[in-house]
């Protein structure tokens, strides 16, 4: 069964403007002091959807008809949609100023040069194309993976604030470190689970295992870095997180080697989703508090920007080692651990360069 063309496009856009929005919500709503607290609810929020989803759509589907799956997942969003509609146009609302929070400006105010759907449509086709082209090793997808990453290399910036690629201590270290994390996470939760099913002949119930256990590990990290470590600096649980991750992968490197256990790979997913506990809604604190005033909309965009190129570029830079060695004639478990090391220096970096979202002392 194939997917329409139009549902990853339509979700993706539904996906980051949800996010935005409730990030900048949270920003503009909470004092600084309990948006620890709150990021590590949203996360408790995906437990039960990840426990009872999956199993759930298995019996509509069986009993039903997957159609029905799907027309039950749009009357359950249209149900809180309408809430939220109710709500704005509630009494409370109807006097309301607003804050200017749109993405079209700069960090420090000026005009974007070129119009931002525009510039966002040149990224979004960039990722693609580099996704493409780094799926085969030869000729024919050199080109499009070269034309991926120079439509990337133009436009990027031009959604980012100024000095992101550079770690410019604040809200662009911030952003960029958001890009490291995410694709260290993602990559790890595409390739594992790949792993474990060609490689290493594991049942399906192995891989949704993994896949819960890594949502309520991310969750019950959350919840630790909002509630007990909530007096902790910010940019110190940054590091602490790309560390974890660091550890995840060192052990999903470990699940490529002969002689370990069939099954050794799956807790890098768990571990890895426990440092993002700890390393994601930091940064989205840390990023909050960065914006400049009335800002936080764009600071909000800035991050999810990255966080889909960093998933995006991470990625296609594993798929890349791993067709190159797959080309040489090497193992498939050489080409896998190839890959997975590969994650080994994001995060590295990450750790590095968290001092730099560090919030200035207070005076």
């Keep these: 069964m194939s997917r329409p063309p139009g549902l990853d496009f339509l979700d ?17 709503t909470y004092p600084q002091r309990l948006r620890p607290r709150v990021l590590a609810l949203m996360s408790t929020c995906w437990i039960v959807p990840s426990l009872v989803g999956p199993p759930l759509a298995g019996l509509v589907a069986e009993w039903w008809s997957w159609r029905v799956v799907f027309l ?9 949609a309408l809430a939220v509609v109710a709500v704005l ?26 119009p931002a759907v525009a510039v966002a449509t040149a990224v979004s086709l960039g990722a693609a194309l580099g996704q493409y082209g780094v799926s085969g090793w030869d000729a024919a997808h050199l080109p499009f993976a070269a034309g991926g990453f120079a439509l990337l290399a133009a ?10 690629w550079r770690a410019v201590r604040g809200l662009p270290a911030t952003v ?36 819960t256990g890594a949502a309520i590990a991310w969750a019950g990290s959350s919840w630790v870095q909002g509630r007990l470590l909530a007096h902790r600096p910010r940019h ?16 999903a490197v470990c699940g490529t080697l002969p002689g370990t256990p069939a099954y050794a790979a799956a807790p890098a997913m768990v571990v890895a989703a426990v440092g993002m506990g700890l390393y994601a809604p930091s940064l989205t604190v840390l990023s909050l508090a960065h914006a400049p005033p009335g800002r936080q909309g764009y600071a909000s965009g800035a991050m999810q920007t990255t966080q889909n190129l960093g998933q995006t570029t991470v990625l296609a830079l594993a798929s890349a080692v791993l067709n190159a060695a797959l080309a040489t004639g090497a193992p498939d478990a050489v080409g896998y651990g190839s890959a997975f090391a590969l994650l080994l220096a994001p995060c590295a970096l990450a750790a590095l360069l968290a001092t730099r979202t560090a919030l200035p002392a207070p005076r």
């Excluded at 436009?155 to 992101?164: C, E, I, N, Q, V």
């Design 12 to 28: 993706g856009l539904a996906g980051g403007m949800v996010a935005v929005s409730i990030n900048t919500a949270i920003g503009q």
């Design 72 to 80: 039950g997942l749009a009357a359950l969003t249209a149900l809180p």
């Design 89 to 114: 146009r509630g009494p409370a609302w109807a006097t309301g100023t607003g804050t200017a929070t749109g993405t079209g400006t700069g960090a420090s105010g000026g005009r974007v040069p070129c």
């Design 155 to 164: 436009f990027a910036y031009r959604l980012l604030p100024s000095g992101t």
């Design 176 to 211: 960029l470190l958001c890009a490291l994390g995410s694709g260290v996470f993602f990559t790890l939760e595409a390739y594992v689970p790949l792993l474990l099913v060609t490689e290493r002949g594991a049942p399906p119930w192995v891989i949704g295992l993994a896949f």
């Design 236 to 251: 110190h649980l940054v590091a602490a997180g790309a560390l974890v991750q660091a550890g995840a992968v060192g052990l």
